[in-house]
Structure formats: structure tokens, C-alpha cells
């Protein structure tokens, strides 16, 4: 099934000892309301009250743009994503994501672009993250575990990352020559999701890679381009949580 190779994928691309720190933080729960409300922060505290509701693809939208928290949806950054760039292994490392940090360093555009690892409100993104995996009972009552409900809210954030951006121009690193894989989150989630946030007016191609001469450094290729008639591509899988 392609939503078992897309959360199967989804568990590969995520190396999370490569985020950046993050201030510890305790979740509680709560039954104050009845609106849904996901991890929310307790003022004048460390601590987040939570429910066994998973957030909204809106809800995760907010925090992206969210200035004030660290979002970073915004008219001065452009999305960038990231898929293949272990070919012919499918399993991201450090060391893939070292060739991004490092090319963007190196075009001095590190504080130009927002992707998965600089983006968001992370004390709520850990707080949220772990009061999930914690609560497996609760959660799986009220989701099911066909997906895991950790694995939807990857999916969810994973598609809002491209429906957040503000930025008319948007960027995908991957092996230039090389077909991005079918089955992949960024065919099948991220690029289609992109094609439709009516912000986003071309996507680039970028190849990191440093130890390839013809690839760290080679000119960006315009892949999709809404200005020359390219059109919105259809997405495979899009977040239940509305």
C-alpha cells in the first residue's frame, strides 16, 4: 500500500538527535474544554497542557508562521525540502543533512530558507511529539493504530511544512540526474502540496552534494513553474486531522 511505503519513509527521513536543542518541557493533560486543542502552552511556565486530540493540519500551519515562537512560513523564507539524497540507500543520516546545512552555509542563504530542521515553535513541537508517543493507549483508541497516530502527525506536519509557505519560490535537494522516487514523501506529499499553496510560484532543484563536482555548486533547475502553465499535481495523501 502506498501510505504503508510513505509512513515507513516517513520513520527513515526523521534522525531526530540531529535537531536542534531543545528547553525540557512536561506536558499534562487536561479536560478544561471540549474544543479541540492540542499541546498548549501553560503561561508563566515550562509546561504544556495537552489532550488526546492530535492537531489540525491548520493548527500546525499556525505554528510554521508563527514569528513570535520561531515559525518561519513567511515572505523572507523560502521552503526547502530534501529527498534521495542518500541514493541508492533510502535512510537519511547525519551526514545528508551535514551536505544541506553545509551548501546553505556556503550560498549564505541559512537564514533564507525554513525546512524540517528550522521552522517551528520547538518547545511545542517536542512537548507535542513526546505527549503523543507517551500516550499510546489513548491515542490509538480514539486514532486507531492503522497508521500510528505519531505517524500521522509526522504525515500532517510533513504536508503543512509545503502549504505554510509564504515565499514565491520553493526548493527541493536531491542527485541531479537521478529520478526522485515515486513512493517518496516529497512526490507524493510535499511537491504536490506545494503545486497547490497558490504562495508558492516555482520550484527549484539543488544538488548538495559535496563530493560530486558536478553537483555542489551546479545552477539551481526550475523543475515546476505556475507562471509557464505547469499545473497543480494531484496529492496522494492528505492529512485526516481538519
Known amino acids: 500500500m502506498l501510505l504503508s511505503w510513505l509512513l515507513l519513509l516517513a520513520a527513515l527521513?526523521?534522525?531526530?538527535?540531529?535537531?536542534?536543542?531543545?528547553?525540557?518541557?512536561?506536558?499534562?493533560?487536561?479536560?478544561?474544554?471540549?474544543?479541540r486543542r492540542q499541546c498548549t502552552h501553560r503561561p508563566n511556565s515550562d509546561q504544556y497542557d495537552c489532550d488526546f486530540t492530535l492537531p489540525t493540519l491548520t493548527q500546525i500551519i499556525e505554528h510554521l508562521r508563527d514569528k513570535a515562537h520561531g515559525g518561519m512560513a513567511d515572505a523572507d523564507h523560502s521552503a526547502l525540502f530534501y529527498t534521495n539524497l542518500a541514493y541508492p540507500n533510502t535512510a537519511v543520516t547525519n551526514k545528508e543533512l551535514g551536505w544541506i546545512?553545509?551548501?546553505?552555509?556556503?550560498?549564505?542563504?541559512?537564514?533564507?530558507?525554513?525546512?524540517?530542521?528550522?521552522?517551528?515553535?520547538?518547545?511545542?513541537?517536542?512537548?507535542?511529539?513526546?505527549?503523543?508517543?507517551?500516550?499510546?493507549?489513548?491515542f490509538n483508541a480514539r486514532y486507531g493504530t492503522d497508521p500510528e497516530p505519531v505517524d500521522i502527525f509526522w504525515m500532517c506536519?510533513?504536508?503543512?511544512?509545503?502549504?505554510?509557505?509564504?515565499?514565491?519560490?520553493?526548493?527541493?535537494y536531491t542527485p541531479k540526474g537521478v529520478d526522485w522516487k515515486k513512493t517518496s514523501i516529497w512526490a507524493n506529499v510535499e511537491f504536490p502540496s506545494l503545486t497547490a499553496n497558490e504562495n508558492v510560484k516555482r520550484i527549484y532543484r539543488v544538488d548538495p552534494r559535496p563530493n560530486d563536482e558536478d553537483a555542489c555548486g551546479a545552477e539551481e533547475e526550475l523543475v515546476w513553474d505556475r507562471g509557464r502553465g505547469n499545473g497543480v499535481r494531484k496529492v496522494r495523501w492528505t492529512c485526516p486531522i481538519t
Open 157 to 172: 506536519y510533513y504536508q503543512a511544512l509545503a502549504l505554510a509557505a509564504v515565499h514565491p519560490d520553493a526548493y527541493v
Open 101 to 138: 546545512h553545509a551548501y546553505n552555509i556556503a550560498q549564505g542563504i541559512q537564514d533564507k530558507v525554513y525546512w524540517l530542521q528550522s521552522n517551528v515553535d520547538f518547545p511545542w513541537f517536542k512537548a507535542q511529539k513526546e505527549w503523543i508517543e507517551s500516550h499510546p493507549t489513548e
Open 13 to 35: 527521513l526523521l534522525p531526530t538527535s540531529a535537531w536542534p536543542f531543545i528547553p525540557s518541557s512536561t506536558p499534562t493533560s487536561t479536560t478544561r474544554t471540549l474544543q
